[in-house]
């Protein structure tokens, strides 16, 4: 008989915590959540900043493809429909990103776009999207040209500003997240599902950690209470925990980073409150180029808010995660090495069965938060199935 008054540990209160948390309540358990911070909503806490709804850990725009995602979390909040679309500042113009005929328009004299046009459409018949990596190898001059020109106005200032590498280094994956548009679509995403929850994150994350089963405990890091034993025990406070334990945060630290620290990219988040109605043209404009910094987001247009005379900014500076530099570890590195390293804290894990990992730290992957909801609600069919 266990001495604790829960049945099962999450450590993390973001998405992956969080649904993990409510599945297992919703099936009967006790579930007690460890937040290392003081707020519930992991990286999508929202907040309001002189009373303009803010994201303190960056802007967040939901969108999926994944129905059940979709339905799960309209359980607990309701939502406004919200197409994502991003400007960039290029050579002194506001063109779309991604890239696409709208923007080839404003920065190629008009007879040389509607040429490309064409030549695009013959190239790829059909698709509506290509990778700027595909442009710049096509056997076609104009179109390889072109690549060229995306790649080097768009992505090679920018992707070395995010990750502190040449963009040559960084994973393709990562690069085709943003792909180039063959034809007039504006949206950054094309997912047919998204939407901004009505009331914002946090209220979405309060009512799913509104539940009789669950306890929350905020400015509690977890490392401090875990333990883990040789012969495969998690220890809570010095005893033994048999019950399931969902571990969202980063895996090095569990292990006291015995094996070394796992790469993250970080950012220098620098918000402003500005006295006026709008501060630019769309919610969201990239600066691949010249600036320190990568984006400015300004929050109410992303979220619909009207809120007359001011509004508030923010510019992203990328930089280099270190422990204990007051720095969030946002961005797992995409990279053969870092996997290794991953992998080897796995292993490490093995013996402890009932410890499960999951969520963009955990699980160590560039998960948008509609796949960390889906690795959240497998995993607690996992551990239900036990
Ligand atoms: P997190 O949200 O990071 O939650 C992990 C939680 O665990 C944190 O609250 C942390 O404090 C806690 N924790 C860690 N270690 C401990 C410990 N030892 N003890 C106690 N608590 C601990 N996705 C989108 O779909 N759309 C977007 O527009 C989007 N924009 C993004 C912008 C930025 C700048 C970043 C960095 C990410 C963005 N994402 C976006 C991705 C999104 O943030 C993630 O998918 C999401 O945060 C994953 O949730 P999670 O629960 O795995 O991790
Ligand atoms: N990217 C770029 N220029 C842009 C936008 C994106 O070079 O204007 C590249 C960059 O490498 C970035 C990646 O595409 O890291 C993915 O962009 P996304 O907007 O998906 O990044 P996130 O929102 O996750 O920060």
Redesign the pocket.
């Known amino acids: 008989m266990s001495g604790f008054p829960f049945d099962a540990l999450v450590v993390g209160a973001g998405f992956a915590g969080a649904v993990t948390a409510r599945e297992l309540a919703e099936a009967g358990l006790r579930v007690k959540i460890l937040e290392r911070r003081d707020q519930i909503g992991g990286n999508m806490y929202d907040y309001e900043r002189d009373g303009v709804l803010t994201h303190l850990y ?2 967040h725009i939901f969108h999926t493809g994944n129905q059940a995602v979709y339905d799960y979390l309209s359980r607990f909040t309701d939502w406004v429909p919200y197409e994502h679309r ?1 400007l ?1 500042r290029i050579r002194g113009k506001y063109v779309p ?2 890239f696409n005929f709208t923007s080839m328009e404003a920065l190629f004299p008009a007879e040389q776009a509607a040429r490309l046009r064409e030549k695009l459409s013959a190239a790829y018949p059909g698709e509506s999207r290509v990778s700027v990596l595909d442009l710049m190898n096509s056997p076609d001059a104009d179109i390889a040209e072109l690549g060229a020109f995306v790649f080097e106005n ?6 070395a500003k ?2 502190g590498m040449p ?1 040559e280094q ?1 994973d393709r994956s ?5 792909p180039v548009v063959l034809g007039y679509d504006d949206r ?1 995403f094309r997912d047919p599902i998204q939407a901004m929850p009505k009331q914002g994150f946090t209220a979405l994350f309060t009512a799913m950690l509104d539940h009789a089963n669950i306890s929350v405990e905020l400015g509690c890091d977890a490392l401090s209470r875990l333990s883990l034993t040789r012969d495969g025990r998690v220890l809570l406070d010095g005893e033994a925990f048999h019950g399931p334990v969902v571990y969202t945060g980063a895996p090095d630290e569990l292990l006291g980073r015995a094996l070394g620290a796992l790469p993250y990219r970080s950012l220098r988040l620098d918000f402003e409150t500005v006295p006026a109605d709008s501060f630019q043209p769309a919610s969201v404009v ?1 600066y ?1 180029n010249e600036e320190d910094f ?2 400015i987001t300004e929050f109410k247009k992303l979220t619909g808010q009207v809120c007359p005379g001011r509004t508030v900014i923010l510019r ?1 500076y990328p930089a280099r995660y270190q422990p204990d530099s007051g720095l969030e570890p946002y ?1 797992p590195i995409d990279s053969a090495e870092s996997h290794a390293l991953y992998a080897r804290y796995r292993e490490a894990f093995d013996r402890y069965p009932s410890l499960y990992f999951c969520g963009r730290l955990a699980d160590y992957k ?1 998960y ?1 938060m509609d796949a960390a909801v889906a690795a959240a609600l497998a995993l607690a069919k996992k551990i239900l199935a036990r």
């Open positions: 960056g802007p991003v960039g990103i991604p768009v992505f090679v200032h920018y992707t995010q990750w963009a960084v990562v690069i085709n997240r943003v950054y990239n691949p990568t984006r992203e961005y560039y948008n």
